[in-house]
């Protein structure tokens, strides 16, 4: 089987911050693409990031860029989402996606490039 699960999802004030795993069953992370997508209210996907699976670039979306950085640890066959300075407008459904195609290219923030999917960790940014 091959499966994603995303955790460290939760309640946050604005300003805080949060630090999100992908964890992988099944499969071994570091030879994957990965990205981190996050479902607004309105269902609309928006793609955050994704990372290479080695040597290739790590891309953000201009909404986290500064502010969400992506890891490996492949010891633990993770990948993690430090989010910092955290908005009100970041409240989400996290996800990650795992690509067998191991280089994050132009179109990495499109749904369809990934073959794997968590199911999705809550997180609300509030006063």
């Known amino acids: 089987q091959l499966q994603l699960v995303e955790s460290g999802g939760g309640l946050v004030q604005p300003g805080g911050s949060l630090r999100l795993s992908c964890a992988a069953s099944?499969?071994?992370?570091?030879?994957?693409?990965i990205g981190w997508f996050r479902q607004l209210p309105g269902n609309v996907r928006e793609g955050l990031s994704c990372i290479s699976s080695s040597g290739g670039p790590t891309k953000y979306a201009d909404s986290v860029k500064g502010r969400f950085t992506v890891t490996r640890d492949n010891a633990k066959n993770t990948v993690d989402l430090q989010m910092n300075a955290l908005k009100p407008e970041d409240t989400a459904v996290y996800y990650c996606a795992a690509d067998e195609d191991r280089t994050c290219g132009r179109y990495y923030f499109r749904e369809s490039l990934y073959d794997y999917w968590g199911q999705g960790t809550q997180v609300t940014v509030s006063s």
């Open positions: 099944g499969f071994t992370l570091n030879n994957y693409a």
